[in-house]
């Protein structure tokens, strides 16, 4: 079992920064990946990135460029690092994490592969 904590969230104008966090507590086998999805409202779940433990990364198109995920494996630990935000990048992040990682492209299948979901962190973008 593994418990995923995020903080971090908050809100920020237009072209700001914001860092996520997400803690992962429990088994770290079961936690070699993690990563991040978004949902806004009325939308379905967006894959944003992923992580594993050997340091492999990837993004959804819509954020690359712009967003940098990180993980500690010491702590386990993962952070989302936000830059250039924009209007469409307003929802509820959710830290997610398995033991591997889905192959990219991101797809709907995203957020099904991952067994372990943090409640979420509230992000939200204004002009």
């Known amino acids: 079992q593994v418990q995923l904590v995020e903080s971090g969230g908050g809100s920020v104008q237009a072209g700001g920064s914001l860092r996520l966090s997400c803690a992962a507590s429990?088994?770290?086998?079961?936690?070699?990946?993690m990563g991040w999805f978004r949902q806004a409202p009325g939308k379905e779940p967006e894959g944003v990135a992923t992580?594993?433990?050997?340091?492999?990364?990837s993004y959804a198109d819509s954020v690359q460029g712009r967003f940098t995920i990180s993980k500690d494996n010491t702590e386990n630990r993962a952070s989302l690092k936000m830059s250039s935000l924009n209007l469409e990048d307003t929802a509820m992040y959710y830290c997610?994490?398995?033991?591997?990682?889905?192959?990219?492209?991101?797809?709907?299948?995203?957020?099904?592969?991952?067994?372990?979901r943090g409640r979420g962190t509230q992000v939200t973008v204004s002009p």
């Open positions: 997610v994490a398995d033991e591997t990682c889905p192959p990219p492209p991101f797809g709907d299948r995203f957020y099904r592969w991952f067994r372990y």
């Open positions: 429990g088994d770290h086998n079961s936690a070699d990946c």
């Open positions: 992580v594993d433990s050997d340091g492999t990364i």
